[in-house]
Protein backbone atom coordinates (compact mmCIF):
# COMPACT_ATOMS: atom_id res chain seq x y z
CA UNK A 1 0.00 0.00 0.00
CA UNK A 2 2.63 2.12 0.98
CA UNK A 3 4.45 2.02 -2.39
CA UNK A 4 1.08 3.31 -4.31
CA UNK A 5 0.38 5.78 -1.91
CA UNK A 6 3.73 7.46 -1.12
CA UNK A 7 5.64 6.66 -4.96
CA UNK A 8 2.75 6.94 -7.01
CA UNK A 9 0.74 9.65 -5.01
CA UNK A 10 -2.63 7.02 -4.96
CA UNK A 11 -4.64 7.60 -2.34
CA UNK A 12 -5.88 4.54 0.27
CA UNK A 13 -9.47 4.69 -0.93
CA UNK A 14 -10.97 1.89 1.66
CA UNK A 15 -10.16 -1.50 3.84
CA UNK A 16 -11.91 -4.27 4.34
CA UNK A 17 -11.04 -6.79 6.39
CA UNK A 18 -11.86 -10.67 6.45
CA UNK A 19 -10.01 -12.84 9.49
CA UNK A 20 -12.95 -15.30 8.93
CA UNK A 21 -11.94 -16.13 4.96
CA UNK A 22 -8.35 -14.68 6.35
CA UNK A 23 -7.62 -12.07 3.76
CA UNK A 24 -7.59 -8.30 3.86
CA UNK A 25 -8.25 -5.75 0.78
CA UNK A 26 -6.91 -2.50 0.38
CA UNK A 27 -8.41 -0.25 -2.74
CA UNK A 28 -6.16 2.85 -4.15
CA UNK A 29 -6.45 5.18 -6.67
CA UNK A 30 -6.65 8.81 -7.95
CA UNK A 31 -10.30 9.08 -7.22
CA UNK A 32 -13.34 6.42 -6.68
CA UNK A 33 -15.21 4.20 -9.25
CA UNK A 34 -17.05 5.18 -11.06
CA UNK A 35 -15.08 8.38 -12.11
CA UNK A 36 -11.50 6.39 -11.67
CA UNK A 37 -10.01 3.46 -12.07
CA UNK A 38 -9.52 1.40 -8.33
CA UNK A 39 -6.66 -1.46 -8.17
CA UNK A 40 -7.84 -3.79 -5.11
CA UNK A 41 -4.75 -5.48 -3.42
CA UNK A 42 -5.19 -7.88 -1.45
CA UNK A 43 -3.31 -9.52 1.68
CA UNK A 44 -3.85 -13.61 2.07
CA UNK A 45 -3.01 -14.30 5.86
CA UNK A 46 0.13 -16.31 6.11
CA UNK A 47 1.32 -15.80 2.40
CA UNK A 48 4.51 -13.92 2.15
CA UNK A 49 5.17 -15.15 -1.86
CA UNK A 50 2.97 -14.91 -5.05
CA UNK A 51 4.19 -16.47 -8.73
CA UNK A 52 3.24 -13.13 -10.91
CA UNK A 53 2.89 -16.12 -13.56
CA UNK A 54 2.52 -14.96 -17.42
CA UNK A 55 -1.48 -14.26 -17.56
CA UNK A 56 -0.87 -10.37 -16.60
CA UNK A 57 1.08 -7.91 -18.01
CA UNK A 58 0.65 -4.25 -16.40
CA UNK A 59 -1.35 -1.87 -15.58
CA UNK A 60 -1.15 1.61 -17.23
CA UNK A 61 -1.27 5.27 -15.64
CA UNK A 62 -1.90 8.50 -18.07
CA UNK A 63 0.19 11.07 -17.21
CA UNK A 64 1.03 14.34 -18.80
CA UNK A 65 5.34 14.01 -18.60
CA UNK A 66 6.47 10.88 -18.00
CA UNK A 67 10.07 12.00 -17.94
CA UNK A 68 9.09 14.81 -14.92
CA UNK A 69 6.52 11.80 -13.76
CA UNK A 70 9.95 9.48 -13.49
CA UNK A 71 12.14 12.10 -11.82
CA UNK A 72 9.10 12.90 -9.30
CA UNK A 73 9.10 9.59 -8.23
CA UNK A 74 12.21 7.85 -8.56
CA UNK A 75 13.38 7.97 -4.76
CA UNK A 76 10.58 6.87 -3.11
CA UNK A 77 9.95 4.25 -5.64
CA UNK A 78 13.30 3.01 -4.61
CA UNK A 79 13.01 3.44 -1.23
CA UNK A 80 10.08 1.60 -1.04
CA UNK A 81 11.39 -1.23 -3.02
CA UNK A 82 10.67 -0.61 -6.81
CA UNK A 83 12.50 0.61 -9.66
CA UNK A 84 12.32 2.36 -12.63
CA UNK A 85 12.61 -0.30 -15.11
CA UNK A 86 12.48 1.70 -18.32
CA UNK A 87 12.83 5.20 -18.70
CA UNK A 88 10.80 7.64 -20.73
CA UNK A 89 10.92 7.63 -24.33
CA UNK A 90 8.78 6.75 -27.44
CA UNK A 91 7.19 3.17 -27.91
CA UNK A 92 9.23 0.65 -30.33
CA UNK A 93 7.58 1.22 -33.74
CA UNK A 94 5.38 4.45 -32.25
CA UNK A 95 5.51 7.66 -31.05
CA UNK A 96 3.45 7.39 -27.56
CA UNK A 97 6.37 8.54 -24.96
CA UNK A 98 6.04 5.64 -22.21
CA UNK A 99 8.30 4.32 -18.92
CA UNK A 100 7.52 1.55 -16.70
CA UNK A 101 8.14 1.15 -12.93
CA UNK A 102 8.03 -2.27 -11.30
CA UNK A 103 5.97 -1.97 -7.68
CA UNK A 104 8.06 -3.91 -4.46
CA UNK A 105 6.62 -7.50 -5.85
CA UNK A 106 7.32 -7.03 -9.45
CA UNK A 107 4.66 -6.26 -10.58
CA UNK A 108 4.77 -3.46 -13.30
CA UNK A 109 2.66 -0.07 -13.83
CA UNK A 110 2.83 1.64 -17.19
CA UNK A 111 3.70 5.48 -17.39
CA UNK A 112 2.30 6.66 -20.72
CA UNK A 113 2.16 10.47 -21.66
CA UNK A 114 -1.67 11.98 -22.52
CA UNK A 115 -2.80 13.56 -25.26
CA UNK A 116 -4.63 16.94 -26.04
CA UNK A 117 -7.31 16.40 -28.22
CA UNK A 118 -8.77 19.93 -30.82
CA UNK A 119 -12.04 18.88 -32.02
CA UNK A 120 -13.52 20.80 -34.91
CA UNK A 121 -15.50 23.32 -33.05
CA UNK A 122 -12.40 24.18 -31.56
CA UNK A 123 -13.20 22.81 -28.20
CA UNK A 124 -10.37 21.37 -26.18
CA UNK A 125 -9.76 18.19 -23.96
CA UNK A 126 -6.98 16.85 -22.21
CA UNK A 127 -7.76 12.85 -21.96
CA UNK A 128 -7.67 11.89 -17.85
CA UNK A 129 -4.56 11.57 -16.44
CA UNK A 130 -4.13 9.77 -13.16
CA UNK A 131 -0.70 12.39 -12.93
CA UNK A 132 1.12 11.26 -9.77
CA UNK A 133 2.53 14.65 -10.03
CA UNK A 134 -0.92 16.30 -9.50
CA UNK A 135 -0.92 14.56 -6.31
CA UNK A 136 2.19 14.22 -5.07
Do not use: W
Not at 42 to 47: A, H, I, L
Not at 108 to 135: M, W
Amino acid sequence: VDFYTQALGMTLLRTTQRPEQKYDLAFVGYGSNPEQAEIELTYNYGVDHYELGSAYGHIALGVTDVAATCEAVRAKTATLGGAITREAGPVKGGSSIIAFITDPDGYKIELIQTKSTTYDNRRQSDAKSTDPLHSA
